[in-house]
């Protein structure tokens, strides 16, 4: 038990400090964008929703656990596809390309 | 042999998954790699789903699978729908919603815990027991009524309409995330006690730097709580530094600059034909809005702007330059106040009503490099510092021109841009 414990707190604090450092710089543009990816991450409660689901055996936790995996799986496929929209809205144009082959064009 | 084989892909896929995590929030934070960044968290999610069906998640009677399928259909249907529909901007609707629902989702799988015996759904060597995991599930479900109030708010409440929005966005996602942490801590899923602690802090650190941006504190761009004193005619104005303002420049295709008085005070001319040309050497056109009575006398910015030697064929009229404006990726205003005030044309009470515009606001995204929010010469309020995608920078105009051409250098060597 105190192992378990241990492991779960050595995890959430490293991962919690990742997550203060991860967001550094963000340029204004894609506050919008990066919100709703965090978003997307958050609905990664997916992977404990499923097998509760899969085990529940009562009626009240069949209710709950099915209404889990439908908001985890909502905002998963929901959030990646934002994400996207709110990316192709703001930027317009090709940024993924090579700088080069953009350069070469906007000389051209 | 299969069963030593599980055992050693699970935690093998988990930490590709929480790394793919960690990267994509990582690459979002860029305007060139925000794209690829989005896949890497699709990504992370299928990884972490792969390592739960190799874990070999019993289900248990028939009624557990379909209930599963039930679940899973309803929420992609949901989601396709949400995703797929209303506008592209986060704006208002159900979108911002999106964010609350993996902590609503933790949330009720904690209640159903609390309904049943110790070490539900499935045995884990890190869950929790007794004491400690109880106290994790009710933090998850106080965590998920939070997360389900804060979207509520950046859907309908107060920052729905404004340039807040992201801020109760992330708040909404850093809720989600601790009550995914909590339950995954509780039912021992490393990866999802992981990315859920990242999640927390990082919708935190998100909402903190927008809710500056706004000068203002998180919570209190959520519920519409007192702004800090001092800039009394406006509201929602964004204030960045040169850093962000480099970072959008650098994938910036076509930029407008539009001098003001400001410039020629500043002497700034020099360094701004100096970061015009930094980005054309990034193949950026960059050209010049001249507006005719910019400056003290007519003929003011190109006097300045022939100094710094500063082609002739890239300074524009004010027409001409609106409509390279309509499809520009950047307007950079210099130290222009009254000539990129919009109330030139749809305010008849202004003062400065029926002048020319240089109309900024056209662009994808404005920067405005000001000292402070003073009126100009005509002393009206500006209506272009208010909108989504201006942000303003505040600072002498040759330094902050100067910082932004340092960041680039720093953000793309030549050799990379070149």
């Known amino acids: 038990m105190t192992q378990g414990l241990l492991i779960a707190l050595y995890l959430f604090t490293l991962a919690g400090f990742l997550g203060l450092d991860v967001i550094r710089k963000v340029p204004p543009t894609l506050y919008g964008a990066l919100a709703m990816g965090i978003g997307t991450a958050a609905a990664l409660s997916i992977v404990v929703a499923l097998p509760a689901a899969a085990a529940s055996s009562s009626d009240v936790s069949a209710i709950l656990t099915v209404a889990a995996v439908a908001f985890a799986s909502a905002g998963v496929v929901g959030g990646l596809l934002r994400t996207k929209r709110a990316l192709r809205g703001r930027e317009g144009n090709p940024r993924e390309g090579n700088p080069r082959k953009s350069k070469r064009e906007g000389n051209s | ?418």
């Open chain 2, 1 to 418: 042999m299969m069963a030593s084989l599980a055992a050693f892909a699970i935690p093998v896929l988990s930490i590709i998954s929480a790394l793919f995590f960690i990267m994509g929030l990582k690459l979002m934070g860029r305007l060139r790699s925000a794209a690829r960044g989005n896949i890497l968290l699709g990504l992370g999610v299928a990884v972490a789903l792969v390592g739960l069906a190799v874990s070999g998640v019993h289900f248990g009677s028939q009624l557990g699978t379909n209930l599963v399928w039930v679940g899973v259909g309803a929420g992609v249907v949901l989601g396709l729908l949400i995703g797929l529909g209303s506008k592209v901007e986060i704006g208002a609707g159900v979108g911002p919603l999106l964010a609350s629902t993996g902590g609503i989702a933790a949330a009720a799988v904690a209640i159903a815990a609390f309904l049943h015996d110790e070490a539900w759904p499935w045995p884990s060597t890190f869950a929790l027991q007794g004491g400690p995991r109880g106290a994790a599930l009710g933090l998850a479900v106080v965590a998920g009524a939070a997360a389900l109030m804060l979207g509520s708010f950046a859907s309908v409440g107060p920052p729905a309409h404004g340039s807040g929005q992201p801020a109760a966005v992330a708040l909404a996602a850093s809720a989600s995330g601790w009550a995914a942490a909590m339950v995954g801590l509780a039912m021992g899923s490393p990866i999802v006690a992981t990315v859920g602690g990242l999640v927390a802090t990082a919708g935190w650190t998100l909402a903190v730097m927008v809710a500056a941006a706004l000068g203002r504190k998180p919570f209190d761009v959520v519920f519409g709580g007192d702004r800090r004193g001092g800039i009394d005619d406006y509201s929602n104005v964004k204030a960045c530094g040169p850093e962000e303002a480099a970072m959008v420049l650098e994938t910036a295709r076509k930029v407008v600059m539009i001098p003001g008085y400001g410039m020629a005070v500043a002497q700034a001319q020099h360094a701004l034909a100096d970061l015009a040309k930094m980005l054309a050497l990034r193949g950026a056109t960059v050209v010049y809005a001249i507006h005719p009575s910019a400056g003290l006398i007519p003929g003011h910015m190109n006097i300045l702007l022939d100094e710094a030697k500063v082609p002739a064929g890239q300074l524009m009229e004010w027409e001409a330059a609106n409509v390279e404006l309509a499809d520009a990726d950047v307007a950079l205003v210099v130290g222009a106040n009254d000539v990129v005030n919009p109330a030139t044309q749809n305010d008849s009470h202004s003062a400065v009503y029926g002048m020319p515009l240089v109309d900024a606001g056209l662009a994808r995204t404005v920067f405005v490099i000001k000292r402070s929010l003073r009126p100009g010469a005509a002393g009206v309020k500006n209506a272009l510092f208010e909108l989504p995608q201006t942000n303003m920078i505040f600072g002498d105009s040759k330094k902050v021109l100067q910082a932004i051409g340092s960041e680039l250098k720093v953000q793309t060597p030549r050799s990379a841009a070149a």
